[in-house]
C-alpha cells in the first residue's frame, strides 16, 4: 500500500503575473542599482556623469558624526539585546 498523495492544486499562475511581478520588481530595484552607480560619480550633482571617483566615499568615512551615530546604534542594539536576554522585553533605554 503506497502513502497516499497530496491532492493537485487547481490554482494556475495566470499568464500576466510574472510581467507584472517583474515589473515590481524593476520599479523597486532598478532606482536602487541606479543610485549605487552615481555614487561613484565624481561630480558633485547627480544631473551628469564626469567620472568614475572614490573621493565621495573618502569623504563619508573621514566624517567623525557618523561614526558617533553608528557607535549610538550599536550602543542601543547592545542595550536592548541584553535586556532582552535578562527577560526585560522593553530594553534599557538610556542605559548606556
Do not use: C
Not at 495566470?14 to 520599479?27: H, N, R, T
Not at 561613484?40 to 567623525?64: M, V
Not at 561614526?67 to 542601543?76: E, Q, T
Amino acid at each position: 500500500m503506497s502513502a497516499p498523495r497530496a491532492p493537485k492544486s487547481s490554482h494556475k499562475p495566470l499568464p500576466w503575473q510574472g510581467g507584472v511581478a517583474l515589473l515590481m520588481y524593476g520599479f523597486m530595484y532598478v532606482p536602487i542599482g541606479v543610485l549605487a552607480i552615481y555614487s561613484f560619480n565624481e561630480s558633485r550633482y547627480g544631473a551628469n556623469w564626469t567620472g568614475f571617483s572614490l573621493k565621495w566615499y573618502g569623504k563619508l568615512f573621514q566624517d567623525e558624526r557618523l561614526f558617533n551615530a553608528l557607535g549610538d546604534s550599536l550602543k542601543i542594539a547592545n542595550g536592548h539585546e541584553r535586556a532582552h536576554n535578562r527577560g526585560n522585553p522593553h530594553g534599557t533605554a538610556g542605559n548606556f
